[in-house]
C-alpha cells in the first residue's frame, strides 16, 4: 500500500511565504506523476502544479509566478514553495500521486491566508 503525507500549512499573513510537503511511501516501484491540488470551501477541487510523466511542470495560471514545484525523487517527495500569498490561496492543499498504476491522494493539509 502507498501513503502520501502532507505537511507545511498554515496560517499566514498576506504576501507571506509557506512551503508544503508531499512524501510517498510503501511499496512504491513506479511513479507516473505527482503534483498538488486544492479545495476551497464551496469550490471544486483544481490543480494547482504537477510534474508530469515526461517530467514537465503544468501550472495553474492563478498561482504561475508565485508557486513552485519541485520534488526529490530519491526521497519520493514533492514539494510546492508559495511565495506572495493571497487570500485567494486559501484552501486545503491536497497531494496526488498517479503510483504504481493508481491514484492517491494525501489526507489534505490547510493553508489559510488572512491578515
Known amino acids: 500500500q502507498v501513503q502520501l503525507v502532507e505537511s507545511g500549512g498554515g496560517l499566514v499573513q498576506p504576501g507571506g511565504s509557506l512551503r508544503l510537503s508531499c512524501a510517498a511511501s510503501g511499496s512504491i516501484f513506479r511513479i507516473n506523476n505527482m503534483g498538488w491540488y486544492r479545495q476551497a470551501p464551496g469550490k471544486q477541487r483544481e490543480l494547482v502544479a504537477r510534474f508530469t510523466s515526461g517530467g514537465s511542470t503544468n501550472y495553474a495560471d492563478s498561482v504561475k509566478g508565485r508557486f513552485t514545484i519541485s520534488r526529490d525523487s530519491v526521497k519520493n517527495t514533492v514539494y510546492l514553495q508559495m511565495i506572495s500569498l493571497k487570500p485567494e490561496d486559501t484552501a486545503v492543499y491536497y497531494c496526488?500521486?498517479?503510483?504504481?498504476?493508481?491514484?492517491?491522494w494525501g489526507q489534505g493539509t490547510q493553508v489559510t491566508v488572512s491578515s
Open positions: 496526488y500521486g498517479y503510483i504504481n498504476y493508481n491514484d492517491y
